[in-house]
């Protein structure tokens, strides 16, 4: 069973707006949140990450939201570029770093410009 | 910046054939794993290791077989190829107690 969720499957934005991707968990136990991106040819590459112990993490254009009672978290990507088109991965560890790593469908993300 | 070389980067086999996908990270890192990329399932952890002559099993490890042989190198088995093994497999490595993981470019598998 599928214990990471994404959703949409493939969003379209325009340049300029905000993306939304959202993931979903089953497992109390996952404490460690990071999303990967990954463009065509190449493997998927550390974006951002979060700890359970927060509820907002920001690196620039890119913020997660995190919700620990409803096992929920988005990854906002503000001022979408064309460049920022790829796919993204959540991600969930148990073990509070990279071993172990639970991945979720991913989301197809594309910016129109 | 870490490096995880995986060889060859397509492979064409026949059903029961006998494919070894290969892997190379010169980060020193002690964690290396090995992935399956499929439409619809995102990534789903085969085998890991924590280092030379250790083997974890991963979640989906039927039909493959890993050795870790030293620090540096990790592969993957396919003694009797089947169709259901086409795939795009990406090798990563990590740290010990770090977070991120770094993957390589990723090896396409078509078994025929």
């Known amino acids: 069973q599928q214990q990471v969720r994404q959703s949409p499957q493939s969003l379209t934005v325009w340049e300029g707006e905000t993306a939304i991707l959202n993931c979903s968990y089953e497992?109390?136990?996952?404490?460690?949140f990071p999303w990967y991106q990954q463009f065509p040819g190449e493997g998927p590459a550390l974006l951002i990450s979060?700890?359970?112990?927060?509820n907002k993490k920001e690196d620039g254009r890119f913020t997660i939201f995190f919700n620990k009672r409803e096992k929920k978290l988005s990854l906002h990507i503000a001022d979408s570029q064309p460049g920022d088109s790829a796919t993204y991965f959540c991600a969930a560890s148990a073990e509070g770093g990279s071993a172990k790593l639970i991945f979720g469908e991913g989301t197809k993300l594309t910016v129109s410009s | 910046e870490a490096a995880v070389t995986q060889s060859p980067r397509n492979k064409v086999t026949v059903t029961g054939g006998n494919v070894t996908l290969s892997c190379r990270q010169t980060n020193s890192h002690n964690y290396m794993y090995w992935y399956r990329q499929d439409t619809g399932h995102g990534l789903r952890l085969i085998h890991y290791s924590y280092g030379a002559g250790n083997l974890q099993i991963g979640d989906v490890p039927d039909g493959y077989k890993a050795t870790r042989t030293t620090q540096e190198d990790f592969f993957l088995l396919l003694e009797l190829a089947s169709p259901s093994q086409t795939s795009l497999y990406f090798c990563a490595s990590s740290g010990q107690g770090e977070t991120e993981v770094f993957f390589g470019k990723g090896t396409r598998l078509t078994v025929v």
């Open positions: 979060i700890l359970s112990v927060s």
């Open positions: 497992n109390s136990a996952f404490d460690y």
